[in-house]
């Protein structure tokens, strides 16, 4: 094992030059969404890191995930208000070839007798290797890339196999500068130690969402490690009803004895829109300097240069959202 482990280091360390990586990138759906894809390097990955688990797939089931790729939702500064908007990042999200979000994902693999971890995998696999390519793109403009980019979600099935999951993040050790890892709101206590482990040892960075959905003690002793807090879409869409209904002052100061109590110089409200009154209204009246707020949508562009890099999702499929990685497309 350790043998096939150093192989495997050995050739994800040559795929950091930008033409050995290229090479083994392809489009998931020529004519349609033109996103790259890394079949051959994820079967390589899964097969050595996963062993039995991925020889006992189906043909079709391990050709699945090997095309399983990643769309993006960009994070953009929001308040303290600033002269000129800024992209900070993306939360990096699992797609198929056909564009399906993760939750039809999910309903696939179970149709395949895809175990869940394997999904998980493919998709960090996929995450990684996208990441690479697009600094190569940007190295290659002479774009300078901030070492603020990007999150991804770690849930129970991840921390179920904590070795695999150190390996794969020891294979790829650009996530030291470049990720948050995001966990998972339907994760229990039972994975608290694990995560703390996890987090000391390999120095990785936490978000940590926030929705009524996640454990009031798993919220609590986990707020000393994250430096990001994930407004879900569904607070978030509570949060513009309530300024609607006139609880502005209670938000502000809700927002204001959060941003003290969870020490975090980051809260993050996903599904906000442009033109959301909510986003306006933290816009004007945020005035903690050492906590800032971003914004997440699926429906927005980044702003330059990062706009080179990405395009919209529904611009191929009016029923799909996010971003994709255009570092395929000749139209820089």
């Not at 033109?34 to 089931?61: H, M, Q």
């Not at 939750?103 to 175990?115: A, N, T, Y």
């Not at 997440?296 to 395009?311: A, D, I, M, T």
Request: contains cysteine.
């Amino acid at each position: 094992m350790m043998q096939n482990i150093e192989e495997l280091q050995e050739y994800l360390f040559s795929l950091t030059n930008g033409v050995n990586l290229s090479g083994q990138t392809v489009t998931a759906a020529p004519g349609g969404l033109p996103t790259p894809c890394f079949p051959n390097v994820i079967e390589k990955v899964l097969k050595i890191l996963t062993g039995d688990e991925w020889d006992e797939l189906t043909e079709r089931a391990q050709n699945y995930l090997k095309w399983i790729s990643v769309k993006a939702e960009c994070i953009d500064a929001l308040a303290p208000r600033q002269e000129h908007t800024t992209t900070h990042g993306f939360e990096l999200l699992a797609m198929d070839r056909d564009a399906n979000s993760f939750g039809e994902i999910v309903d696939r693999s179970q149709e395949l007798s895809i175990p869940s971890v394997l999904v998980r995998f493919a998709s960090l696999v996929a995450t990684f290797l996208t990441v690479r390519l697009l600094r190569q793109h940007m190295e290659s403009d002479q774009e300078s890339m901030p070492s603020l980019t990007f999150s991804q979600n770690v849930d129970s099935f991840y921390l179920n196999y904590p070795r695999t999951l150190k390996i794969l993040l020891e294979l790829f050790p650009e996530y030291h500068e470049m990720f948050y890892f995001e966990i998972n709101e339907e994760v229990t206590e039972d994975y608290l130690t694990t995560i703390r482990a996890l987090a000391e040892d390999l120095g990785i960075r936490l978000a940590l969402d926030d929705t009524n959905k996640m454990n009031v003690n798993v919220h609590h002793q986990l707020l000393d490690l994250a430096d990001w807090i994930k407004i879900d879409f569904q607070a978030t869409a509570y949060l513009e009803e309530q300024l609607l209904g006139g609880e502005g002052e209670n938000i502000i100061q809700h927002f204001e004895e959060y941003a003290h109590g969870a020490r975090s110089p980051v809260i993050v409200f996903e599904g906000l829109q442009e033109t959301s009154p909510l986003k306006v209204f933290f816009e004007e009246r945020w005035k903690i300097l050492d906590t800032v707020l971003y914004y997440q949508s699926r429906e927005r562009l980044p702003v330059h240069p990062w706009n080179k890099y990405f395009g919209l999702i529904q611009d191929y499929h009016e029923d799909k959202y996010g971003l994709f990685f255009k570092g395929l497309i000749n139209d820089k």
